[in-house]
């Protein structure tokens, strides 16, 4: 099952190798890590989306994350109200007669060309997972050269 779990550590070098070896140990997966800075100096909020066997599993883990010493505190926030977001960006292959078409494609996905050179164009979306995916399915039949995604990044509602 895949889970969203948000950490808010201590900005120590180290931290972040630590969390990754107690997820290694319990051989849970990690799918993607986005890590940022917070409102507050020094503590950085760490976003991971994991893939675990059972919820009892998820449990342990948060447990043994929560009990390290530079871990302020650790949630699994897949079940409640929770945003997410995720950025990717795209270079398609774009000859300039066709950039008009891929501009109509990408406009119900609010995503915005970014670069543009002589071949190819380089297109940014933000959103949900399954948006990114959504964009990224459009734009395969143009060519795709290259792609890098953020991971989700999120914390609960309210």
Do not use: W
């Not at 969390?19 to 409102?39: A, F, K, M, P, Y």
């Not at 990717?88 to 494609?105: C, D, G, T």
Request: charged fraction near 25%.
């Amino acid at each position: 099952m895949r889970r969203m779990i948000t950490a808010k550590v201590h900005n120590q070098s180290g931290t972040l190798s630590r969390i990754t070896s107690i997820l290694n140990r319990r051989q849970v997966n990690i799918e993607n890590i986005s890590v940022g800075t917070t409102e507050i100096e020094g503590v950085s909020r760490l976003t991971m989306m994991i893939q675990a066997d059972t919820l009892a599993e998820v449990e342990q883990v948060t447990k043994q994350l929560n009990k390290q010493i530079a871990v302020v505190k650790v949630s699994d926030i897949t079940d409640e109200p929770h945003l997410e977001r995720e950025l990717a960006l795209i270079k398609v292959n774009a000859p300039a007669p066709i950039r008009s078409e891929i501009q109509a494609m990408i406009d119900p996905f609010r995503a915005d060309i970014v670069d543009v050179s002589l071949k190819s164009i380089v297109v940014q979306v933000a959103g949900s997972t399954d948006k990114v995916n959504a964009c990224i399915e459009v734009l395969k039949p143009y060519g795709i050269k290259q792609m890098a995604r953020t991971g989700v990044t999120g914390f609960t509602r309210g």
